[in-house]
């Protein structure tokens, strides 16, 4: 036999010759064909889950939506309510600036609805601050936005005899006006 024709082995001087007609493992395509169907299944489960759970945030969403829609509405009719009252006492003025405030207020509703335009402009870092005054004591009622120049806001907790002022504060508010009113009215 010359070296072409001898078989070759294992042991590094060639490739192992091998019948191609060897037969697979008994069950081999029964395992890859159990594989592919869970690998598939688990694709289906991942695929349902994330539409569960998109389909939960949406409902979520609508749900915050419907909240702020029930409490916009709410705050509305307040509005409503005070503005329409029967004791309703409406009163204004203008600073020689040109800041104009009005409030209109009910004593039966224990509120009033305060409107302001024409706010100076103030330095960043700022902001106005509203505020209710009652007997020399104030208490914050709320912090404009920074940059609110007009708006109005339903203010609450008030009583005949109270004012209302604003003063500029820092960002964020205080717990105490630390500025000079840069305007005020009482409400009776």
């Avoid at 695929?47 to 916009?72: C, F, K, N």
């Avoid at 100076?120 to 914050?140: A, G, H, M």
Wanted: hydrophobic share 35%.
């Amino acid at each position: 036999m010359t070296d072409e024709q001898k078989p070759r082995s294992d042991e590094g001087d060639g490739p192992l010759l091998t019948d191609d007609r060897t037969e697979a493992p008994i069950g081999s395509g029964k395992r890859r064909w159990s594989r592919r169907l869970t690998t598939f299944a688990m694709a289906c489960g991942l695929v349902i889950g994330a539409a569960a759970l998109t389909l939960e945030v949406e409902e979520q969403r609508d749900r915050d939506q419907r909240s702020l829609i029930v409490a916009e509405q709410e705050r509305l009719d307040r509005i409503e309510s005070v503005l329409t009252a029967p004791d309703a006492v409406s009163r204004n003025t203008t600073t020689e600036s040109g800041l104009r405030l009005s409030t209109v207020f009910s004593s039966e509703h224990h509120a009033a609805v305060v409107t302001y335009t024409d706010l100076p402009d103030i330095p960043e870092r700022q902001t106005y601050q509203l505020w209710r005054v009652r007997n020399d004591k104030t208490k914050s009622m709320r912090i404009l936005a920074p940059g609110a120049r007009k708006g109005s806001a339903l203010v609450l907790d008030l009583e005949e005899g109270d004012a209302v002022a604003f003063t500029v504060e820092p960002e964020g508010g205080v717990g105490q006006p630390t500025g000079d009113i840069v305007v005020g009215l009482p409400l009776t």
